[in-house]
């Protein structure tokens, strides 16, 4: 199946649908299905709509961030190493997921810039 045509509100062949469904329409749809020779209008429309705020807070799992891994702390650099980190020698500091660092329960350890 694919779409051949995506028409949104008041577009030529819209029309019907502006009148039954209002503002609540998104778009018409067109699509085809090779397979059983069947042509399909599907109709895309609002059901709910309610205010969203970004989380500015929030730290996405795939952040690098660095940790703070004192000199002589063998098992913990072991553990990094093991979850995937890398050592920054220029800053000496362990570069690890953020996903992985909670993992570990090392985010304390977390330097943020």
Do not use: H
Not at 19 to 48: S, T
Not at 69 to 97: F, Q, T
């Amino acid at each position: 199946m694919f779409t051949q045509k995506t028409l949104l509100p008041g577009q030529p062949g819209t029309k019907k649908w502006i009148k039954e469904y209002g503002d609540a329409l998104v778009c018409v749809r067109y699509k085809y299905d090779p397979a059983q020779q069947r042509k399909i209008k599907n109709v895309e429309l609002l059901v709910e709509e309610q205010p969203w705020n970004k989380d500015i807070n929030r730290i996405p799992a795939n952040k690098t961030v660095r940790l703070r891994i004192d000199y002589g702390e063998i098992e913990k650099g072991r553990l990094v190493r093991a979850a995937g980190g890398k050592w920054k020698r220029d800053s000496k500091r362990w570069e690890l997921l953020y996903r992985e660092a909670v993992a570990l329960g090392l985010e304390e350890r977390i330097e943020w810039e």
